[in-house]
């Protein structure tokens, strides 16, 4: 049974998670979508840690960070600097493109675990996925997704 939130629903628990990592709480939620495949799948609990020191995020960590209703779950690739501000620039393992970069304070949180079938997984043990294999997830992801529709299977 998938349950489907409205926007404002998304918005208050995105607003709650926030505020239990900004406590310093580790929080566990529920993957959905695809962008992050074969790494995260829909459905995969992850546990975000709260990030507080700047100079602790890298290349290849996988971080939370807040957009207007809800949360987005990225690797990040890249991290400058402007106007003595640093900024993150994040890509799903399965897209093409880069997100837009985002400042530390839209960071909620950094991925320590993924939970698949039944282990915990930490980001470090999923390769680092390099540019060419983005093409062949979104193609797997979109072949999954006429599965879906056509059988109504799901993916782990």
Not at 30 to 35: C, D, E, K, L, R
Not at 39 to 68: F, H, M, Q, T, Y
Not at 86 to 101: A, F, H, M, V
Not at 142 to 149: F, L, M
Request: charged share 25%; hydrophobic share 40%; with cysteine.
């Amino acid at each position: 049974m998938k349950i489907i939130l409205d926007k404002d629903k998304k918005k208050i628990l995105k607003e709650f998670t926030t505020g239990l990592l900004e406590e310093g709480s580790e929080v566990r939620i529920i993957a959905s979508g695809y962008s992050m495949y074969p790494a995260i799948s829909p459905g995969n609990p992850i546990i975000l840690e709260p990030v507080n020191d700047r100079a602790a995020l890298k290349p290849g960590d996988i971080i939370a960070w807040e957009r207007d209703s809800d949360m987005v779950v990225h690797r990040l690739v890249h991290i400058y600097e402007s106007d003595g501000e640093l900024y993150y620039i994040t890509r799903g393992d399965s897209t093409l493109t880069s997100d837009n970069p985002v400042s530390f304070n839209l960071i909620a949180g950094r991925v320590v675990f993924i939970e698949k079938c039944g282990k915990r997984r930490t980001p470090a043990s999923l390769v680092f996925i390099p540019e060419w294999r983005y093409r062949l997830n979104k193609l797997i992801v979109r072949i999954k997704g006429v599965i879906r529709i056509c059988f109504g299977q799901t993916f782990a």
